[in-house]
């Protein structure tokens, strides 16, 4: 079974947390035959390791880490890659991949000029 795992920065907003919440959600309708989780880096719960055991709880062997980031910063060179290690080590049988943040995609134009009104 294969699993996603969306991973925010986190915050102490409550309306922030709802809204990844809800995003989760609309991922998991979309995404047919993968297990869907959320986890939060820092100043939210669940966290990575969290929401790892959950869903190899639920038998996925297969995860794919998604940041859900715009940029290239620490967490996603370093302090993501770090804790996937350290769960590779704990779940040896489970295949782990970390994928590019959202970064300069074309579609975030799109949204940026919606947003502005153009």
């Given at each position: 079974?294969?699993?996603?795992?969306i991973?925010?920065?986190g915050s102490r907003s409550k309306d922030a947390v709802n809204e990844f919440n809800q995003l989760i959600e609309m991922v998991r309708t979309q995404a047919e035959g993968f297990e869907v989780g959320g986890a939060h880096m820092e100043l939210a719960t669940p966290d990575i390791?969290?929401?790892v055991a959950s869903l190899v709880e639920k038998g996925v062997q297969d995860i794919t880490v998604?940041?859900?980031f715009l940029f290239n910063?620490?967490?996603?060179?370093?302090d993501i890659p770090e804790l996937?290690?350290?769960?590779?080590e704990k779940y040896p049988q489970v295949a782990f991949r970390i994928t590019s943040p959202i970064g300069a995609e074309p579609l975030m134009v799109g949204i940026l000029l919606k947003r502005a009104g153009l």
């Open positions: 079974m294969k699993g996603l795992l991973v925010s920065h390791p969290t929401v998604v940041p859900y910063g620490n967490h996603i060179k370093q996937i290690e350290s769960e590779k």
